[in-house]
């Protein structure tokens, strides 16, 4: 069994900072990708941020400059720094992880969600 827990969001004023984590647990042999999506009221769910076990980052262009991800491998964790949140970046923000489990079956493990709310 695998799961995947989120923590950090909440409410923040337009300008301000917060910073998501998200530990994956359970039967892992590896992770691969890592990522974080976000869903606000009404619009479809999308990637905000990825980066693969090696390292490498791709963002959303509407993130660029203003967010971070970054990950713990020892700890199973990812991380997503956001700074200069502005209201639209309100929404509930979901952690993804592509692994192999000890079983060697892929699986794609998702956190609960944490809503981020940024007032204006």
């Known amino acids: 069994q695998v799961q995947a827990v989120e923590s950090g969001g909440g409410l923040v004023q337009a300008g301000g900072s917060l910073r998501l984590s998200c530990a994956a647990s359970?039967?892992?042999?590896?992770?691969?990708?890592m990522g974080w999506y976000r869903q606000a009221a009404g619009k479809q769910r999308e990637l905000v941020a990825a980066?693969?076990?090696?390292?490498?980052?791709n963002y959303v262009d509407s993130v660029k400059g203003r967010f971070t991800i970054s990950r713990d491998n020892a700890k199973n964790t990812v991380y997503l720094q956001m700074t200069s949140l502005k209201p639209e970046d309100t929404a509930v923000y979901y952690c993804?992880?592509?692994?192999?489990?000890?079983?060697?079956?892929?699986?794609?493990?998702w956190g609960q969600g944490t809503q981020v709310t940024v007032s204006s």
């Open positions: 993804n992880a592509q692994l192999v489990t000890t079983l060697h079956s892929k699986y794609d493990a």
């Open positions: 359970g039967s892992i042999f590896s992770i691969n990708a």
């Open positions: 980066i693969t076990s090696g390292g490498s980052t």
